[in-house]
């Protein structure tokens, strides 16, 4: 089944950190760029991420930079989300997708996971 | 950055109806657009890619149209399946950036 699940949120203070990870299946990993969409509670969706295929080049959107930093294991089929200095602003449900850009025709994010939820409070 | 602005932010509306949803652009973002249905609790699902392609799958009562800075979805007649929240989104150049959704519920 062509699937993506993520894993790793939770309750974390402000200032605190959280690794994210999306487990890629059904699909070759390795053929796409990925992302990371979030959305906070009862708001729209946020990007906050990509990478590309190999690694070699990554996008953040400005309010994350310097504080995210988004990686992938192509051994492993996955994705993963360093999240540092997290603020109450980062709370949201993190979603991975897979991310069309480079490929002959781009559509956009055609497949999503479920997400998981950060929350950042004391 | 790139705004992506959604009207309305909410409509009602019956079974059987014709909805329309605009998504316009601060600049051209020629044809790089995307629409997205998200039902309560779930995850988005691609509608129309490249402003006015339908992606597989989705039901051919949806429809895009547009390109540059101005741009609609449009439901031919609404299913019981279709109320949800729509966004469309640009992937023209960074940061990919999301209208702020529009609410379909039932009239």
């Known amino acids: 089944e062509v699937q993506l699940v993520e894993s790793g949120g939770g309750l974390v203070q402000p200032g605190g950190s959280l690794r994210l990870s999306c487990a890629a299946s059904?699909?070759?990993?390795?053929?796409?760029?990925m992302s990371w969409v979030r959305q906070a509670p009862g708001k729209g969706l946020e990007w906050v991420a990509n990478i590309k295929q190999d690694g070699s080049d990554k996008n953040y959107v400005d309010s994350v930079k310097g504080r995210f930093t988004i990686s992938r294991d192509n051994a492993k089929n996955s994705l993963y989300l360093q999240m540092d200095s997290l603020r109450a602003e980062d709370t949201a449900v993190y979603s991975c997708?897979?991310?069309?850009?480079?490929?002959?025709?781009?559509?956009?994010?055609?497949?999503w996971g479920q997400g998981t939820l950060v929350t950042v409070s004391s | 950055d790139i705004q992506m602005t959604q009207s309305p932010s909410a409509l009602s509306a019956s079974v059987g109806d014709r909805v329309t949803i605009t998504c316009r652009a601060s600049?051209?973002?020629?044809?790089?657009l995307a629409w997205y249905q998200q039902k309560s609790g779930k995850a988005p699902n691609l509608l129309i890619y490249k402003g006015t392609s339908l992606e597989s799958g989705v039901p051919s009562r949806f429809s895009g149209r547009g390109y540059g800075t101005e741009f609609t979805l449009t439901i031919s007649s609404l299913q019981p399946d279709d109320f949800a929240t729509y966004y469309c989104?640009?992937?023209?150049?960074?940061?990919?950036?999301f209208g702020q959704g529009t609410k379909v519920e039932i009239k």
């Open positions: 997708a897979r991310d069309t850009v480079g490929l002959i025709l781009p559509v956009g994010f055609d497949l």
């Open positions: 059904g699909f070759s990993f390795t053929n796409y760029w």
């Open positions: 989104q640009q992937y023209n150049t960074y940061p990919r950036t």
């Open positions: 600049q051209s973002i020629n044809n790089w």
